[in-house]
């Protein structure tokens, strides 16, 4: 496959590893800043008001900006170049993260002030994440790397990133309180703005003006996000991934921000357990994405990712509910973790290779939000179940939730595209984006 790669605008010569290397770094730091803070936050919450409501409230205040943000950021990433929006969105995150630690030290941090910043950080955590997806099959090509395998690549980068910010989440919270964690978070962003200016090429991404017009006019705003809207509506297999991924996207979140703080909470076995578990679940999750951008272009991606799904998903809640030993609960995660790795390389590339290069900000924008809808609804929902039936009953409906929708989901005839476009690659290499058509026109 290697032989069929093509870099855009670049001539051979130029093809460098370079642009690759770069973003996967940006990913990493700004992920890992991600996931201390994950750790961090609702952990403060918890232990000081005692209200798991509470603590699924920050989440909502910092998930929602993001997937509203986001929606709409795609015409922008499109016009204006990721390596731009993503250089100001972590500068923003940083500035953020920063505020709240300035403002506790002082003093002066209510916790209205903190849903602000939450929110503020969230806002710009979307567009950030957004610009460095679509950075991804750009850098890809100028080093002439396979796309599953650069996409498998970015899943390894993202499970590391979940490996050592847990970690690292769980010990500052542990040895010196949960609020130094977003100290982490900020020098994070901070690095990562610092490693997109440095190591990028400034027009990295910016396929937009190659678009299907062909006209020197640029469209506005509403049109282009019109066009993508358009696109991926007449896409049956995306959709499907969409609702999907939103529904356990939903379940997930719950987890994260209040289902497993509680739980270490009641368990006694507190932070540094969400920590472990963490990271174990992320370090075999980079063995599984090691796999998958090895051989993941050779496998049948249905059979992988429905599989992947099984034993990512609805074991890690019931485990919590049975008040299993550790040693038990550490288990489930590591083949849980390792099931996950192989999900987000095989949605990469059916993404990637589904959405011509002009509308990639855009369709990936709002497939990303309509994947992220349900976040912000997630830790408020389960806050309040936690609150009104206990834990092990939310645990039990949630794993529940999780095997039906991913196991029903596997029945839909569209699935069935996902093989098929991997056969035809393998067949005839990828589309070339002369050859695409242009997006239908918007009604």
Do not use: Q
Not at 104 to 122: E, K, M, N, R, T
Not at 238 to 265: E, H, K
Request: proline share 6%; net charge positive.
């Amino acid at each position: 496959m290697t032989a069929d790669v093509r870099v855009i605008g670049a001539p051979s010569e130029r093809r460098s590893l370079r642009p690759l290397v770069g973003v996967l770094a940006a990913m990493a730091v700004a992920s890992t800043g991600t996931r201390v803070s994950a750790v961090a936050l609702p952990w403060f919450v918890l232990v000081t008001t005692g209200s798991a409501t509470r603590t699924g409230l920050v989440a909502f205040c910092e998930l929602a900006p993001y997937v509203l943000v986001k929606a709409f950021t795609g015409p922008r990433v499109d016009r204006a170049g990721p390596r731009t929006v993503s250089l100001g969105a972590d500068v923003g995150s940083a500035l953020g993260a920063a505020a709240v630690l300035v403002l506790h030290a002082v003093d002066a941090l209510s916790f209205p002030l903190l849903l602000a910043l939450v929110a503020l950080i969230g806002a710009a955590r979307g567009p950030g994440d957004l610009a460095k997806e679509v950075m991804v099959p750009e850098a890809a090509e100028r080093g002439a790397v396979p796309l599953e395998r650069a996409t498998g690549l970015s899943g390894v980068t993202e499970r590391l990133a979940s490996t050592a910010g847990p970690v690292a989440g769980g010990a500052l919270v542990a040895l010196v309180g949960p609020l130094k964690g977003l100290a982490v978070t900020a020098v994070c962003f901070a690095l990562g703005s610092v490693i997109v200016a440095v190591a990028l090429p400034r027009r990295l991404g910016r396929a937009d003006s190659e678009g299907a017009s062909g006209t020197s006019e640029e469209p506005g705003y509403w049109l282009r996000f019109r066009e993508g809207f358009t696109f991926l509506r007449g896409e049956p297999l995306l959709m499907s991934v969409i609702v999907m991924v939103g529904i356990t996207n939903l379940l997930d979140s719950a987890f994260s921000a209040v289902l497993l703080p509680v739980w270490a909470r009641e368990s006694g076995h507190g932070p540094a357990a969400i920590g472990l578990l963490g990271s174990v679940a992320g370090a075999a999750a980079v063995g599984g994405s090691l796999v998958a951008a090895v051989a993941a272009h050779r496998l049948r991606r249905r059979l992988v990712f429905f599989a992947g799904f099984l034993v990512a998903g609805a074991p890690r809640y019931a485990i919590l509910a049975f008040d299993a030993p550790m040693a038990a609960v550490v288990a489930v995660f590591g083949v849980a973790g390792f099931g996950a790795g192989f999900l987000n390389p095989v949605l990469g590339a059916v993404l990637l290779e589904r959405v011509p290069r002009h509308l990639l900000g855009r369709v990936n924008a709002l497939g990303d939000s309509l994947t992220s809808a349900g976040l912000p609804l997630g830790g408020l929902l389960a806050g309040a179940a936690v609150t009104a039936v206990g834990l092990a009953p939310v645990l039990l409906a949630c794993a529940a939730g999780y095997f039906l929708t991913t196991n029903s989901a596997g029945l839909r005839p569209e699935w069935r595209a996902m093989d098929r476009e991997r056969g035809r690659l393998l067949h005839e290499g990828p589309r070339r984006e002369k050859d695409e058509p242009a997006s239908p026109a918007a009604p």
